[in-house]
């Protein structure tokens, strides 16, 4: 019976990857299996995988939370190259993508609700487990296969490469959005860092035809914000000065930052009875409850996560109709340990992206 094949009957397809091995993080070639194609599943050859911040949280196990070999990606974007016998929504040769996550309980609640991300038994694309116990292996590799309700359509006009960072970075800044309804003409959002979140945010935020000021600690990123990514203001978050000039003059602030950072100051920012801080990034500590803050100006502080495989769909639909693609630095895979080193220093401009198809085989030796 199916059900009493062995593990390696079940992932019976030779994958190569990068892997760490342990918590220094350092990625290394690693040869590995994914299960035969299911009826239900999505083969896809993979040409180019974002790698983000959470990828380095995770291959250094810095919330104690995962095991090695670890192959991490899951900004995944390639080629259908076969299709189960009943998928209904891809055929071969479709631009396909898999973000976050490569299952559910599918019953839940928050699954009923399409919002997959924020099911109990969700399983993520790198660094979890199938129900069987198989570990998940992410996109740091030459294919993926994926049941088709966690596969995402990529929309001709959208370039793959560029394309890529949205499955996490865009689908996380525009679930926040919508979600909390910081997403209509004319309001006033504010944006905490330019990296790989804040800057697809900005360019979310405006499209939604919004006030945009990014908040950030550079004085060099003034330029970046304003001429490139269409900002209408920059402030300067340690500037005293600056900051008093800006009190309660925003309706919602967007915090993509993952180092920790006092957020008492940016909640100043908001206005009162309706000013929204809402906290994307994830730092390695917990940050203090400035109480009195929220209280004294009836302010909010909430969370978000990646958005469901619809949202995301949907994120992605959205960003080629308003041609949206993160802006990237393309590197061979043999780099990535270069690149994991520059992104933990803000050495990046936004978005580091493997070139899977080119790189990954020359790299093995």
């Not at 095991?67 to 991490?72: A, D, G, I, Q, R």
């Not at 520059?342 to 020359?362: Q, S």
């Amino acid at each position: 019976m199916a059900s009493e094949k062995s593990l390696e009957e079940k992932q019976a397809v030779n994958t190569l990857g990068w892997a760490a091995m342990d918590s220094s993080g350092v990625l290394s070639p690693f040869a590995f299996s994914r299960r035969a194609t299911g009826e239900e599943d999505v083969r896809l050859k993979v040409l180019y995988c974002g790698i983000c911040h959470s990828d380095l949280g995770c291959i250094k196990n810095e919330w104690g939370w995962c095991s090695y070999p670890l192959v991490p990606g899951h900004e995944i974007v390639g080629i259908a190259t076969e299709v189960g016998s009943k998928v209904t929504k891809f055929k071969v040769g479709d631009r396909v993508g898999v973000g976050c996550m490569v299952g559910s309980c599918g019953t839940c609640q928050n699954c009923t609700q399409n919002q997959e991300s924020y099911c109990p038994e969700v399983i993520m694309t790198c660094a979890s487990a199938y129900p069987d116990g198989t570990p998940t292996y992410g996109g740091f590799s030459n294919q993926m296969v994926a049941n088709e309700k966690f596969v995402i359509r990529i929309p001709n006009s959208l370039p793959l490469d560029a394309a890529a960072p949205l499955l996490c970075a865009g689908s996380t800044v525009y679930s926040a959005m919508k979600f909390y309804g910081l997403c209509s003409p004319g309001l006033h959002l504010g944006v905490v860092g330019l990296g790989g979140l804040g800057h697809v945010a900005v360019k979310f935020a405006k499209a939604f035809g919004m006030k945009v000021t990014v908040i950030s600690t550079s004085l060099g990123k003034k330029e970046e914000a304003i001429n490139q990514l269409g900002a209408d203001s920059f402030l300067i978050n340690t500037d005293t000065e600056q900051m008093q000039g800006a009190m309660e003059i925003m309706d919602g602030i967007i915090d993509t930052v993952s180092a920790l950072h006092p957020i008492e100051p940016l909640l100043g920012l908001l206005k009162s009875h309706q000013g929204k801080l809402i906290i994307v990034g994830l730092p390695n500590k917990q940050p203090e409850l400035p109480v009195f803050s929220l209280i004294n100006g009836r302010k909010m502080i909430g969370g978000s996560a990646v958005g469901g495989v619809k949202e995301t769909q949907e994120m992605i639909d959205f960003a080629a109709e308003h041609n949206i693609t993160a802006d990237i630095e393309i590197v061979p895979m043999d780099y990535v340990n270069t690149a994991m080193e520059r992104l933990e220093k803000g050495d990046v401009k936004f978005r580091f992206v493997i070139d899977v198809e080119n790189t990954l085989v020359a790299a093995q030796t």
